[in-house]
């Protein structure tokens, strides 16, 4: 994965702007890690899935919040593993068993943070499988503004993802992985 990188970066350019900067170049990062990382795109595809329907469902407060840190928690996964990568790819460009080992505990906290995430989800969404026929009878009298705008929601989203997916390079996987 070749990372997206602002020709506005460095520390000479951080020094002389104030905190609005810095928000913008940090929301740089989020957007290099939307544009540089299918990984990313679908993880927040699924938060993004998770707290609509915990909305849907009207999830209490504690397992809404629940939801929100599990879904942040995979992100910030995701936006170090795509840090970690960049800086190995940087650093050793050639592969390396060290490189190599450094990608694959980035990509092992991320496996570790979203199967965390799916196991809150599976606690705080399985109660609700009981009350999904209400659910669907409610959707069944007439569909609710806010389950289509939750459609409207997804549609984006699937199209933000058609627009920027890029097939990888080759059939051995991810682009810039060191072997």
């Known amino acids: 994965m070749r990372p997206w990188v602002s020709k506005d970066s460095g520390p000479a350019f951080r020094a002389r702007q104030g905190a609005l900067a ?3 170049v940090a929301g740089r990062g989020v957007a290099g890690a939307w544009l540089g990382g299918r990984n990313m795109r679908f993880h927040a595809a699924a ?3 998770a707290l609509w329907w915990g909305w849907w469902v009207g999830l209490a407060p504690g397992e809404m ?3 929100v840190l599990a879904a942040a928690l995979v992100l910030f996964a995701e936006l170090a593993n795509t840090a970690v990568e960049a800086a190995v790819d940087l650093v050793h ?3 390396h068993p060290l490189a190599r080992a450094a990608k694959d505990y980035a990509a092992g906290a991320v496996l570790v ?3 965390g995430a799916a196991l809150t989800g599976l606690l705080v969404f399985l109660p609700r499988l009981a009350e999904l026929p209400a659910l669907v009878g409610r959707l069944a009298a007439g569909p ?3 389950f289509l705008l939750y459609l409207a929601g997804q549609a984006v989203l699937l ?3 058609a627009v920027t997916f890029r097939p990888p390079a080759s059939a051995g996987g991810e682009k810039g992985r060191t072997p």
Do not use: I, K
């Open 93 to 95: 460009p050639d592969p």
């Open 47 to 49: 938060a993004w899935g």
């Open 159 to 161: 199209g933000a993802w």
């Open 65 to 67: 919040a629940a939801v």
């Open 144 to 146: 609710q503004p806010a």
């Open 22 to 24: 810095s928000f913008r």
């Open 113 to 115: 943070a979203a199967a």
